[in-house]
């Protein structure tokens, strides 16, 4: 008799009718009633900007009519706008395993690779490696450091690993999911190879939290960067947020010193003196509305097991992949039940257009150039119901050639 398969392995259902009982089945479903879900859409964009959660947009309300509006200036003290970044960094926390006074909700992600990098530089002088087809703003904004601190700028192949980069590379910028392949990096296996290396890597996890069931402590991670609006979905441009590990900011001095980051920000010193903990990484007033909104979107994650959620975007994925793999696409990440970030990724020439068919279907994925259609699933909302529809209208696309019109050829700006 053939062996069992292991309980986690995941077997595609094929039908309708087997996604439907797995909705029904499905620990995360009830989530979805708390999402601000528009009708008439299947959204599979939530690895570029989330539906917003019904308690960002409470939140947000609650801030900008009551705090603001009536509270005023004393809205910094009683309703604790002056400690958002850090509160609301204890949250995020939790979704990156690691403790809640070593991450900070603050600026954006650019910013921040641009503040860690800058301050491991000053401590460790050397070179800075960031692969090629890294995420642009990761690659631009370490192109900018090295002329600004003379420290040689590598570009590595995709998956170089730390122990091969190049000689006196002591910085190393790597995303723990890809935005295009969608690979979960080997977090755990390059932390301990950095080490050896005497290295810091900086992780990029704009396509990770709030869907990769991270244990950055665990695993040796000591620096972390990531942003709010995707799969976190605090809302466009919501805040980014910065993990150092405690025992490491004492030690760094921060590129880009402000007031909120003085041990003693209200005493209007001239002098800068850092403070102790991670709010040293603070710079200038906080954006009180944005943090706002994302605080309420984190709130759906106070009962999930992230377990939960990247197994599932794993298994939205293969359902997607099944339905369309007769087609013979080009799927451009990981396969069926292989370990994928929240997103398929397929290569297709017309991928344009076919995007472009799909969304007045109203079935919302995304393009990158110069060929690759991107389908992003928040397992908060997404049920594998509408992932089979999403599949079977790309298929019907597809073989009816439907994209195969100057409304859809013709190119406009992408998002």
Request: charged residues 25%; contains cysteine; glycine residues 10%.
């Amino acid at each position: 008799m053939a062996a069992s398969p292991p309980a986690d392995r995941f077997e595609p259902m094929l039908t309708r009718e087997d996604c439907l009982a797995l909705d029904a089945a499905d620990p995360l479903a009830a989530k979805r009633d708390e999402f601000a879900m528009p009708e008439g859409v299947i959204y599979l964009d939530g690895n570029s900007l989330g539906i917003p959660p019904k308690a960002a947009l409470a939140r947000l309300k609650q801030c900008a009519e009551e705090e603001w509006a009536q509270g005023l200036i004393r809205s910094w003290n009683d309703a604790g706008w002056i400690d958002l970044p850090q509160t609301l960094g204890a949250k995020l926390a939790r979704l990156m395993g690691v403790d809640a006074d070593e991450v900070l909700a603050v600026d954006a992600v650019t910013l921040n690779l641009f503040k860690l990098a800058g301050a491991l530089l000053g401590r460790n002088p050397g070179g800075i490696a960031a692969e090629q087809g890294e995420f642009p703003t990761d690659n631009h904004v370490m192109e900018g450091l090295s002329r600004f601190t003379g420290s040689a700028m590598h570009r590595v192949a995709p998956g170089t690993r730390p122990k091969d980069l190049p000689d006196g590379v002591t910085v190393f910028i790597k995303s723990g999911v890809h935005y295009r392949s969608a690979e979960i990096s080997d977090f755990e296996g390059y932390e301990r190879e950095a080490a050896e290396r005497g290295l810091a890597i900086v992780w990029d996890l704009s396509h990770a939290t709030g869907l990769v069931d991270l244990k950055l402590k665990a695993w040796g991670a000591k620096y972390a960067v990531g942003c709010g609006y995707k799969f976190l979905s605090g809302g466009p441009g919501a805040p980014a947020f910065l993990y150092c590990h405690r025992d490491e900011i004492g030690s760094l001095e921060h590129p880009i010193p402000g007031w909120l980051g003085h041990k003693r920000p209200f005493g209007f010193e001239d002098a800068y003196e850092p403070a102790a903990s991670i709010v040293r990484w603070r710079t200038s007033t906080p954006p009180i509305l944005g943090l706002a909104a994302l605080d309420g979107a984190v709130s759906v994650y106070d009962d999930v097991d992230m377990a939960d959620v990247e197994a599932k975007a794993r298994k939205l994925g293969d359902v997607f992949i099944a339905r369309t793999q007769s087609l013979g696409l080009d799927i451009a990440c990981a396969g069926m039940g292989e370990r994928r970030g929240g997103h398929v990724v397929i290569a297709h020439d017309d991928g344009y257009a076919i995007v472009q068919a799909l969304i007045a279907r109203g079935i919302i994925g995304d393009f990158r150039e110069p060929n690759i259609m991107r389908f992003g699933f928040n397992p908060l909302y997404n049920g594998y119901a509408e992932v089979f529809d999403a599949a079977q209208a790309l298929a019907e696309v597809i073989e009816t050639r439907a994209w195969d019109t100057p409304e859809f050829t013709q190119r406009k700006a992408v998002t």
